[in-house]
């Protein structure tokens, strides 16, 4: 299984980015997919994950502000982050697992928010 993440990049602060994450070659069905991120000299924290029932949990600093979404079908996690700010600033990587507790990981995406 791979997990192929996209949509990183540049953007000034109050803008918006939406990073996707597809599960290639996967026959499984994940109980559970999201986002981590990892700043320069920051421990990797939880942004948001959605569960097969579509229940979601976000980290309180991204609340009100990302949307994560995922399709089953496509075995696919969205994260539509908006009102972007500076500490947002990080690589991004999605995660996918199963429910016998398999994870896989996407190489990651830098999201930089700057004017």
């Known amino acids: 299984v791979q997990l192929q993440a996209s949509g990183g990049g540049l953007v000034q602060p109050g803008g918006f980015l939406r990073l996707s994450c597809a599960a290639a070659g996967s026959v499984f069905s994940f109980s559970v997919m999201g986002w981590y991120r990892q700043a320069p000299g920051k421990e990797r924290e939880l942004v948001a994950r959605v569960f097969g029932g579509d229940s979601t949990n976000y980290a309180g600093s991204v609340k009100g502000r990302f949307t994560i979404s995922r399709d089953n079908a496509r075995n696919t996690v969205y994260l539509q982050m908006n009102t972007l700010k500076p500490e947002d600033t990080a690589v991004y990587y999605c995660?996918?697992?199963?429910?016998?507790?398999?994870?896989?990981w996407g190489q990651g995406t830098q999201v930089t928010v700057s004017s």
């Open positions: 995660y996918a697992s199963t429910l016998g507790g398999t994870t896989f």
